[in-house]
Each structure stands twice: as structure tokens, then as C-alpha cells.
């Protein structure tokens, strides 16, 4: 295969060896006292120096930093010094990159701000803060990515304040490292400032990627504020978004598939209508979903009787193809059509082809729907108090109604 | 495309050229191609294309991103002006113009707001942060593997493309080989029982031996800048003193440069087994390795939560190719490699398809097509970040158990190692200033 074509077979050059220390395999099998003693020894050559950086940063503890921090300004060897310092687990090597702040410029500070980026030092963030307004945009850029990646209430406080006071370079670097800073405040916790510093820039004059970033970021919060807020409330998913655990239904027509129910009648000839029936069944409830239908006619049971066959009798939320949406229809009984929601209603507010927000209402002898949140029908009834809930495909043309985020909350 | 609204803007743009703005200027023809007569694609349709460190590798997989007929490539970033001179003569000759950009910075390639998609085959030090670099500017991409030199480099390019919400393509085009993907429906699909152990190849035949090595190569004079910038060539990793060996392509084996057989040949076969058990977004939980220190066979045996078992092997496959994969379950088993061929039980033998040599071949023009369709899907392909990332962060484990000979444990919610310090210490590598990810 053409991947890893192997190289052809050359004559090997033999590797360098250190006059004093040895082969690389020799210096870095030392142990972490003689590593240290290399980098004090001011006849031992680069190779030998590097190499001991790179293997304390595996076994070097805080008896190697000052000698590794002691190579931070030297141009040929500082990023060894931080090859070694940056995996180093004790505090000493914070300080020491704290400590070269003071001391470094030009690409050896971008150096340190990026290993104290990587270290996540918040103890770094006044120092990264005042960066931020250096002459040196190059290390004001990096400044704003380490603040980003520490991701603490105050380095966002720096960064949403940075969106404004800052100029390009740095400021698409701001926003870059607000979004993650962003994303490092959700995963704390902390949504409302991560929702602030998201909404900023959403709005900033932030590059595209990242405005376009935030803008989806915004609205996945608010999707998860409004779920919270119904658990709170007592709404309990009535559909797991795996699979139909619960439900029952023709197999040959209903899937599940990203969270949602879909339903089709494509290719499959109906003698009757057919429902996905909910295995138990509920009295007095408030229940929400999202509902798409594409073609004909669809609708969502309650308070009804489960036949044999998949096929169900009582009232029904009714929804069809530029018709019916929001109406309560008597299925399978003699009362027909017993409230018209769509005209001057539901027809006011639905979105054809697109997710809309369905939710029935059954408390006592109340019965309510509402369409994208406008209430569509209300009526009083008492002929069948409790029973299942099901999602209807209509018998005749070919169709397709897909239901997701089916929640529900018990009234009583 | 780069976004909706980018392809609208230029959408709009073509519409003034081909409407008042061309009857304003009389005598300007627009050629049949743009308009997309003759079964051409019209360029509101074409996803237009950057390659990023384009060699031998990058060439070939380039070969399929020109046969598409969607695809406009427009500029070329190397650090070898050969390779620059090169790339842009081939896209210069098939498009009949001179219009192929050259650079030698990646800023300015990122910079074109006109290119939505990059290919990236530079050497396996710059893939990661180029691949971040390419999302941060707007671009998709289709980046070849080992996609990352580190357990932390794998995570962070995860969490980029899912944060900006750009396609990513690993170059692990057996997802898209027709006898790895039977080979995986086959393990997905029950019919092997459940939980089969899965069998990863790595490091066959002692090519790339599993070690790397930390040695330098004695210096020799660097080239100038213009026909090889060594500073750029370096990129994140740390500074050596040039040697032309590098340059020309033999950097694998390398620790600085390469994350040695395991992670080369992991990067395909342990991300097929993952897919097979269905483990794309996990890592194993313990790594053992066994056989260290000689050069095979060797092999680490690791375990998921869910108790499903993964071996990396270097050995003991039945000679079908390069390359093995081998799904071992209660109810039968699987067994294929590149070319083609396919072994299996006695029970499923029936079900095998027949794979021509032409058939396996087919991977990588398939998986080119693949990301090219998701660019204009917005889904992400076979081999997206985050598959490729926890695949990549399985492999690192393994390499980094190897290394230290000895038993470890993983906790792959947080991507951190069990009571191990040393290991924890070996996930991630300074990058070399000015470059992080």
C-alpha cells in the first residue's frame, strides 16, 4: 500500500556521541542528580544538555527546576528548559515561568507564557493580564491563548474586557482564547459567565469561526437552561433518545435515530392508521414535544384506548399537511373534528417542514393544546379520563412525522 | 464549503460577474466551465483546496483531490521551494492557468479567505497544530496520520473541531477500504458474538521498530532559507542541528519527529478495532505490555470498561498483508489486510465479499470523497476528530506502557493515567517558541 511505504534501505549514519556523556540512550539513562549536574556544567555541550532536559522531564523533580529554570533565557536551549519544566508536577516549576516573565522577550517569552498556559497556572493571571497590553503582540497573543486555556472566572473577566480594549492581532487571539476559556467555565459549572463571555462575542467583532462558534454555543446553553428549568419543574422524558424502550409499535415503521422518533409509511401499505403506543398510561399530565411532518397526516393520542393491532380510539392533537395542526379530533369515535385550532390559530404559527413545539394539557376535565407555545384549543371533556399516549401515521400516501424530546410532568 | 454564508458571498460574486457586471463590459467571455456547461462543476459548487507540506504522500493522496470534479486546488505552503515549484506546476498544467499561489508560511495560506478546505501531509510534528491552525481560520481538513504526536495533542484537536464545528478527515482511509469495513459491519453487525476480542497490527515485520530513538545525527550545513527553511521544518519540535536525511523524508524513528511503530501502524488498526466494538469515543482502561526490549514479537494487551479485550501485535497474523485486523469472537471470526483478502470462520465464510487488489485500492480516492461530500453535508466523515483522536490517545497509551515496561492503568473520561506520574508526565511535549496549539 502506498501508506507507510517503507524507505529504502540506506547506509546508516552513525548518531552523535558526547565526548563527555556518552550516546543520547547513555546520558538519558542517568539518574535525575547527574541529569541536574549536566545542566550546571558549563563544559557540557548542547546535545548533553538537551537530552538531560528531556528526560527530566520525566523523572526530574523540584531539586532539577532551578537548574532547568536557569536555561530559560539562554536562545538554544530555553525550549529544552521548558520541555523539562512544563510535565513537571510541583509548584516550584510555576514559579520559575512566573519568574521568566519578568526577564524574557521576544519568542523565549511567547515560550514561557504558552508553558504557563499549558500548566493552567492561575496564580500567572495578573502578570498574563497586563501582557495582554504589551508592545509585543506576539506575546500579547500568547498571553491571551494562556488565559484562555486557565479558563478561571477572573481570566475571563480579562478576556471580555480584552475583546473591547484590544486591537487586531490580538484581539481575534481574545476571542480564539475566549472561546475556550468559554468552554472551560461550562465544564466548571459556571454557565452564567460562560454565557456572558459567549454573548460578547457573539457580538464582538470577533473573527468568523469564532462568532459563529459562539453563536451555536449560546443557543446550546439555552436549550440546556430550558431543560433545567423543566426538571425542575417536574417534566421527565417520556422517549430516552435511544431507542423505544417503554413504547411499542410496528416494527416496520418506526426508527430512531440522533434522539429522535421517526416514523414512515414508505413502502408499506396501511389498513388502518397506525400508532407507537405508550405501554402505560396516564390520567391528568402536561406533555411537550417537537414534532416535524413531512406530507399528509400525523397527530398525538391521549387519554386513549389501545386496540389491537396498533391502532388506538379516543382524542387526538391532530397536525396534517397545512391543515389540522393544534385541532382535537375524536379518533376512531363519532365526534369528529371538537375544536378547529388551526384556522386564525395554529396556521398563524407553524413552521412546514421544520421542528415545532406540540404540547397537550390534560388536568381534570381541562384539556389544552398549544402549538409553538400560542394555545390553539381548550375545551372540557370527561368521556375517558386516563389512557395511553401514541404518535399517529396516517393510512394512504406515503409520509413521514418525526417526534423528539417527548417530556412529561404528572399533574397528579 | 467553509460556511454558508462564505459560499453565498461568492455565489454573489459570480452572479455580478455572469450578470450586469458581464453585460456592462461587452466583450468579456466566460468560459463554459464556470457556468457549469459540459457536466462541469460551476464554482459555486467546488470546494476549493490549499496543501499544506505536500511529499510523496501528500502527492498521492493530492492525485485523487484533482480527479474530482468539484474540487479547485489554489495554493500550495511548503517549507522546500522543489516541493512549492512542484505542486504548483501539476495544479497549473490541469487548470490551464498560472493561478496556483505558493508560500511558505502557513498565515498566509490561512489568511486566503477564498480556500475552504486544506490537505495537510506534512511530517507527523506539524499535524496537529496546523490541523487547529487550518479550523481557527475557517478551513476543513484532511490531514494525513498519525494525527498527533501526543495523548494531549490528540484531545485538543477533538475538542477544536467539535468547538468551531469544522469537518476533519484523519488519512485512515481502511475506514473506507471495502474489506476493513466488512470485516467491522461483520463485528458490529453480532454475528461474531458478543464482545470479540479485536487484534491490531502494529509494527509488522520489525519496520519502524516500536522504540524511538532520542539520538541526534551530526550537523551539516543548513540550506538557505529560500530552498529549505530548517526553522520551519522543525516547526513545534525541538531544535537538532540539520541534516539533509531529515528533510528527504527519513525522520521516522525519531522521538522528536515521530511517535514511533506503535502509533504508525495504531493509527489504522487499533481505529478499525475501535469502530468494529464500537468504541470511538473511549480508550482502553489498562495496557500490558509484553516482549520489551527485543525487537519482536512483542505486543500490549489492553482492556476496555466493558470488558472487551484489544491486542497490539506485531505478529502471529496470517500473511494476508500488511496491515491486520482480526475480530475474534465467541461465534466466529474475521481476518483481513491490505490487497484485499479476507479469512473467516467456517460459519461466515459464505458472507465474505470477493475484494480485487483494484477493490482495496479504492480506499483512499473513496475517503477523499467521503470528506468531500461532508464538506458540503456539514456531517463529519468516517474518520472525524474525535474518532481519530481516542484511536490516536489508545495508541499513545500503548507506546508510553512500552516505554516504561511496565502495567498501567487509564482513565479515559479524563485521559490520565492511574497512579503512574511518569506516564501522566509523558502525555504531552513542550512545543518548541513561538508555536502551541
Known sequence: ?412 | MASGKELISRRRLLKTAAGTGALAAAPLVIPGSVLGKNGATPPSDRITVGGLGIGSRGSYVLRFFFEQPDVQFLAICDVRNDRRESIKSQADRKYGNNDCAMYSDQFELWARQDIDAVLIATGDRWHTLLSIGSAQSGKDVFCEKPCSMTIAESRALADTFQRLGRIYQAGTQRRNGPNFVHAVMLARSGKLGKLPTLHAEVGPGNRWAPKTTHAWLPGEPEPPKQVCDWDRWLGPAPWRPYHPQYVQGRWRGYFDFHGGGILEWGSHTVDLCHWAGDLDTTAPIEYVPHGMGSHTPYSIDCRYANGQKLVMRDSGFMGLGTCHIRFEGPDGWVETADGGKMEASENLRAELPAVSPQDAQAAVPNHVRDFLNCVKSRRQPRSNALAACQAHIASHAAYIAFQLGRKLAFDPAIDTFAGDAEANRMRSRAMREPWRI
Open chain 1, 1 to 412: 500500500m502506498p501508506q507507510a511505504k517503507p524507505q529504502p534501505e540506506r547506509k546508516e549514519i552513525p548518531p552523535m556521541v558526547d565526548p563527555a556523556y556518552g550516546s543520547a540512550a547513555e546520558i538519558m539513562a542517568l539518574p535525575p542528580a547527574r541529569l541536574t549536574a549536566i545542566l550546571k556544567d558549563p563544559g557540557a555541550s548542547a546535545y548533553a544538555k538537551a537530552k538531560a532536559c528531556q528526560q527530566l522531564a520525566v523523572v526530574g523533580d523540584k531539586s532539577a527546576v532551578p537548574a532547568l529554570a536557569a536555561l530559560l533565557a539562554d536562545p538554544q536551549l530555553s525550549h529544552y528548559a521548558r520541555f523539562g519544566l512544563e510535565p513537571l508536577p510541583d509548584p516550584s516549576a510555576d514559579d520559575a515561568l512566573r519568574d521568566a516573565l519578568k526577564k524574557l522577550k521576544g519568542p523565549l517569552l511567547v515560550g514561557a507564557v504558552n508553558s504557563i498556559g499549558h500548566r493552567r497556572d492561575a496564580k500567572a493571571v495578573g502578570a498574563l493580564t497586563r501582557l495582554l497590553y504589551d508592545a509585543d503582540s506576539e506575546a500579547a497573543q500568547a498571553s491571551a491563548a494562556a488565559l484562555g486555556r486557565i479558563g478561571s472566572l477572573q481570566a475571563a473577566k480579562t478576556l471580555q474586557e480584552g475583546l473591547s480594549r484590544t486591537k487586531p492581532p490580538v484581539r481575534p487571539a481574545v476571542a480564539g482564547a475566549g472561546l475556550v476559556c468559554a468552554e472551560g467555565l461550562l465544564k466548571q459549572g459556571q454557565r452564567k459567565q460562560a454565557l456572558a463571555l459567549l454573548e460578547a462575542l457573539a457580538r464582538a467583532d470577533s473573527p468568523k469561526p469564532v462568532r459563529d462558534a459562539a453563536t451555536h454555543q449560546v443557543a446550546a446553553i439555552a436549550a440546556l437552561d430550558a431543560a433545567d428549568q423543566e426538571a425542575k419543574e417536574g417534566f421527565r422524558p417520556l422517549f430516552n433518545g435511544r431507542d423505544l424502550d417503554g413504547w411499542d409499535g410496528d416494527p416496520r415503521l418506526w426508527r430512531v435515530a440522533d434522539g429522535v422518533i421517526a416514523g414512515s409509511t414508505e413502502g408499506v401499505t396501511l389498513a388502518a392508521n397506525s400508532f407507537l403506543t405508550t405501554r402505560r398510561t396516564f390520567g391528568d399530565f402536561h406533555l411537550k414535544a417537537q414534532v416535524k411532518l413531512r406530507n399528509h397526516n400525523s397527530g398525538i393520542q391521549f387519554r386513549s384506548e389501545a386496540l389491537p393491532g396498533w391502532v388506538v380510539r379516543g382524542l387526538q392533537g391532530d397536525m396534517a399537511e397545512n391543515n389540522h395542526w393544534g385541532s382535537v379530533y375524536d379518533e376512531r369515535g363519532k365526534r369528529g373534528i371538537m375544536v378547529n385550532g388551526w384556522t386564525g390559530k395554529a396556521e398563524e404559527v407553524v413552521r412546514a417542514n421544520d421542528w415545532n413545539d406540540y404540547e397537550v394539557i390534560c388536568d381534570g376535565d381541562l384539556i389544552q393544546l398549544k402549538v409553538n407555545g400560542l394555545l390553539t384549543a381548550e375545551l372540557r371533556d370527561t368521556v375517558r379520563m386516563t389512557g395511553v399516549i401514541a404518535l399517529q401515521l396516517h393510512r394512504g400516501p406515503a409520509m413521514e412525522a418525526q417526534f423528539r424530546n417527548l417530556r412529561i410532568k404528572i399533574l397528579r
